[in-house]
């Protein structure tokens, strides 16, 4: 993996979006919404971002860039600039804290590669916080690949999350718009993955007994961009279905979850894709939409700000501009509320104050904004 030396990108909003530095930005209310939207900052193909304990946050763009932003949206630094593939659906993708970051500053994220015979795949690596006047995330090191690497530039998945006792990373394989993948018991694409957090494969014991990657935990997916652990340490993981069908699904270990094979979803060209209901050997989503909302990023919501929502799901819409809420109610889930919000939603997440925060993905006309949600 080349990295370039990370440098000061930009030192105030004025120069990044215009805005004049120490002039608040204005929040708006959007009609039937039951929260005020504040734009914070603007980004070039935002994938991902989280929060650093002092509240500084991390953002992923999809040409290569790791950005330092800072707490009130003013300031922000180039972490890190890595090689990545970003044709297509390809890029620098998911970024997550280790659970034990204020000891070991250990910074997790995903990207797309190309290997030396052209062919592509979805990376896992790591690096080291540096803080300063000039910080940056320094000893990177891929800590996993997918395998195989193939052809294409879509569906590489590469979302992370640490299981909540810190013994293990989840990490998502998309199928690669190859299909048969998600159901190929040796490869790794069209699956959910356990790992330790040093990238060795810690998969489902049952699955690795019948010959299975050692790191497949859950298998039959198709494009997963977003997975999170609830409060009772259930797995939620969602994905973009076909022509129709995406889903929210419940993760357990072992579980084939069905595509190829079925779908509540049809191929593109038109082909009928026999819906989960003719197999009921196959784990079923909790939830599926048509037509679709195209799932981009996935939290559950835990803070106070919103208490009417807490425990609750929230899914970012790309092609339905949107916010998606999902209730849940143990592993039982239900359609909540969808707010239209104008522009493709890549990523949602959860601020230190309970705020929800928002990215565009900057593409098919949104800007790429950092939004802020908090009460009217």
Known sequence: MRLFPAALACATLIACTGAAPGTPPRGETREGAPFRVTPVADFDSPWAMTFLPDRRMLVTEKDGRLLLLGADGKTRHVLATVDVMADGQGGLMDVVLHPGFATNHLVYFSYSATDSDGRKGVVLARGTFEDGPRPKLGAIKQVFRADPFVEGNGHFS???????????????????????????PKATLGKVLRLTPDGKPAGDPGLTARGFHPAIWSYGHRNLLGIAFDRAGNLWEQE???????????????????????????????????????????????????????????????????PQWKGDLFIGGLSSQSLVRVDLDGTTARKGDQWPMGARIREVEQG?????????????????????????
């Not at 928002?358 to 802020?372: A, H, Y």
């Open 240 to 306: 973009m279905g076909p022509k129709g069908g995406d889903e929210v699904n419940l993760i357990l270990p072992g579980r084939n979850y069905g595509y190829p094979l079925v779908s509540d979803g049809d191929h593109y060209d038109g082909r009928p894709i026999p819906r989960h209901s003719t197999r009921p050997d196959l784990e079923a989503p909790k939830l599926s939409w048509n037509p679709v909302i195209s799932p981009g990023g996935l939290i559950v919501y835990s803070g106070d700000m919103f």
């Open 158 to 184: 590469g979302r992370i999350a640490f299981s909540p006792d810190g013994r293990y990373l989840f990490f998502t394989n998309g199928e690669r718009q190859k299909f048969d993948p998600a159901q190929d």
């Open 352 to 376: 230190p104050d309970g705020a929800l925060w928002l990215l565009e993905d900057g593409g098919r006309g949104s800007q790429g904004r950092l939004l802020k949600l908090t009460p009217p």
